[in-house]
């Protein structure tokens, strides 16, 4: 089983970080298994790393303990623990509008929420997502209290005849206190009410009474604006059409009213809810709107090491950053959008080249670099990574991929190239991890087994454990093509578990020692280290097993490692570092993990035979291995003079397809 350190971030770690929603995950009983850092920060009061096992009411109760003259400080916790309960109840996905006092102000939310069950269909409680609602709320209520007071309100009632101009027959007197339109002017016909109309709309309003009279329509309703001395009016206009025998219009009534508050709040509700409310940008929901239009392009950017800002001077420098950068946009009169965190967006509207456009991208960083962004009294530059997508479909999907790839390879602006086909590979991964669900599931993860010879004898003593997935097709997979979409879904652990399982059971009916492969992340997972206990104990393997740590993996927390080290040693177990050789070799690993034996890298062994320095380095290994008591294995020997170049140096062991393949073993 290969080892690799993974550098891309889990692609649910970015949706959930960059996500303006609250996102969670609780178990049956209420308590957090994963919490989002906009329900930590906003509804919690707590950070990510303790809000695990803790249930909404402990945070509740922990907010109002700070506040115990006010016991509605903070009542939120009750309210989404009874909306779990009636999830649970029910068995199926639920939305809420739920309401209480967050921090001693009420607030409002939008929650959605589900059953949440494993992959072998077992429930194992709810997950959710929220979204403050507050301000649409308090706007909803003004504008229901507008709009009652609109329709108790006075109303211009009419009739008027389906000639040219619509001349008015009937009129009631308070047209003048409403519309500001006279009420003499129109009754002798000295003007039409259709004189009244604004500019704008009178063609689109004549047009859609021609259509409801050609398709004889007998109620219609119209919005448009009205002239009048001051400001243009708002009217929503209601109409009751009757038709004679022979279908024409014979008499049209109706009545309107001044609705410029309706409007003027929907407005506002519609511009609240396309704005960031930050920096005043318009959001990526205005963003998908706009992206309706005709658009011939795409640019993501994304300011370099923003989260280092927030760190080091806290949230609230970083939104006064945010604030700048959007001002900065405006300065040099880019219309971008804020799409979230720390990235902005902007739409072209107008064909251009890539050449043209990546003109202007450089003009762009150039002035970015001659700009200064305060911080308290302090004065920081920023830089930015930029991606770009041209073409017309999901070009947002685009961009940020070639933001990403700029990311990659650290140059400040990437073109997104069709030729990549990273989508594809996208669904290869999406295909594969479920393929690798479904393994685990059928147990279709199977070990191989390759034989280790011992140079002084000739004979196999020992043997290492292989990975190997099995397909749909009864096809063996490599674990190249699984084991790092299995890491970054955090399914590598897992994995991990049946390959212990399955190797002791396999070893405690044979005499050999047998290693197995085990990274850092297994070693710091509980659940993996209590199998690996249990299935040593329960098949009596433990003094004949050795566990495999990756020298590349990055080992940080020594003192995880030094534990898990000290407790299956006490079991009988040894320690091999794996890859030894490789990069940046580290014997201070070898001495603090007081380690049984080293696995020399095949990047050294391939070469040794016409490469001397190899030779050197291998010969160093082996003479250090020998002074502190430890024994040496040399990966892909590959041939026979590969096999006794080894052997003169004097290392132990020989591993590699010249020794033995992998294979199953009964």
């Not at 700070?66 to 309210?79: A, D, I, R, S, V």
């Not at 991606?387 to 479909?393: M, R, Y």
């Not at 147990?443 to 000739?458: E, L, S």
């Not at 050795?546 to 006490?570: D, H, R």
């Amino acid at each position: 089983m290969t080892n690799r350190q993974i550098s891309d971030k889990n692609f649910f770690q970015l949706i959930s970080h960059h996500l303006p929603d609250m996102l969670w995950a609780k178990d049956i009983d209420g308590r957090y298994f994963f919490a989002n850092k906009v329900i930590c920060d906003n509804l919690l009061m707590a950070i990510p790393e303790e809000v695990i096992g803790k249930n909404d009411v402990y945070f509740a109760m922990r907010e109002r303990e700070k506040h115990p003259e006010n016991p509605k400080w903070h009542t939120f916790g009750e309210l989404c623990h009874n909306s779990d309960d009636v999830v649970l109840e029910t068995m199926k996905a639920m939305e809420f509008e739920e309401y209480g006092n967050i921090r001693g102000e009420l607030t409002y939310l939008k929650v959605h929420k589900a059953p949440l069950f494993d992959e072998e269909g077992v429930l194992i409680g709810t997950i959710g997502s929220g979204r403050n609602i507050t301000i649409e709320k308090k706007l909803e209520k003004k504008l229901l209290a507008i709009t009652d007071l609109i329709n108790s309100g006075p109303m211009v009632v009419f009739e008027w005849s389906a000639d040219a101009g619509w001349p008015i027959q009937n009129v009631s007197q308070n047209v003048e206190a409403i519309l500001g339109i006279s009420y003499e002017k129109l009754m002798n016909g000295s003007v039409n009410f259709s004189d009244y109309i604004h500019p704008d709309d009178i063609n689109r309003v004549s047009q859609e009474v021609g259509e409801y009279l050609s398709k004889k329509v007998q109620f219609f309703t119209q919005h448009y604006r009205i002239f009048n001395a001051e400001s243009p009016i708002w009217v929503k206009d209601f109409t009751v059409v009757e038709y004679n025998e022979t279908l024409v219009p014979q008499s049209i009534k109706g009545y309107l009213f001044d609705n410029s508050t309706e409007v003027e709040a929907q407005l506002e509700i519609q511009r609240v809810s396309h704005t960031d409310l930050l920096t005043t940008l318009p959001n990526r929901q205005k963003m998908q709107l706009d992206m309706e239009k005709t658009i011939y392009g795409c640019v993501v950017f994304n300011i370099d090491k923003f989260r280092e800002i927030n760190d080091l001077f806290g949230v609230s420098i970083g939104d006064s950053i945010l604030i700048q950068v959007a001002q900065w946009f405006k300065n040099i009169a880019l219309d971008v959008y804020r799409i979230g965190g720390d990235e902005f967006a902007l739409l072209l509207h107008k064909p251009i080249t890539w050449e043209a456009l990546e003109v202007s991208i450089k003009e762009w960083l150039e002035q970015l670099s001659q700009t200064l962004f305060h911080i308290a009294s302090e004065l920081i530059s920023l830089r930015m990574n930029i991606g770009v997508a041209l073409g017309n479909e999901k070009l947002l999907t685009q961009a940020d991929i070639a933001l990403h790839n700029a990311k990659e390879a650290k140059v400040p602006y990437a073109l997104y190239e069709v030729s990549e086909n990273i989508e594809e590979i996208y669904r290869t991964n999406i295909a594969m991890t479920a393929t690798i669900h479904k393994a685990l599931s059928e147990k279709h993860i199977v070990c191989y087994y390759q034989p280790i010879i011992d140079f002084a004898t000739g004979k196999t003593t020992k043997y290492e454990t292989l990975v190997r997935l099995i397909d749909d097709s009864g096809s063996i997979v490599p674990p190249l093509f699984f084991l790092p979409i299995a890491k970054k879904t955090k399914l590598y652990s897992q994995i991990t578990r049946c390959v212990v399982q399955q190797a002791c059971r396999v070893f405690s009916k044979r005499e050999e020692e047998f290693s197995i492969n085990l990274s850092v992340d297994d070693i710091e997972d509980p659940k993996t280290v209590q199998t690996i206990i249990s299935t040593l104990l329960a098949t009596n393997t433990a003094s004949r097993v050795v566990f495999e740590i990756l020298e590349s993996e990055g080992i940080e927390n020594y003192a995880s490692i030094q534990c898990f080290i000290t407790q299956v040693k006490a079991l009988g177990a040894k320690i091999a570092i794996d890859d030894f050789g490789s990069g940046y070799s580290n014997f201070e690993h070898i001495l603090k993990l007081n380690v049984d034996y080293i696995k020399i890298d095949g990047s050294l062994v391939r070469n040794i035979v016409k490469d001397k320095r190899h030779a050197i380095i291998v010969e160093t290994i082996v003479d250090f291995s020998r002074k502190i008591g430890a024994k040496t294995i040399a990966e892909f020997v590959s041939d026979e003079a590969i096999f006794e170049t080894l052997k003169a140096l004097g290392v132990d062991y020989s591993q590699g397809y010249y020794t033995g393949e992998p294979r199953p073993l009964v």
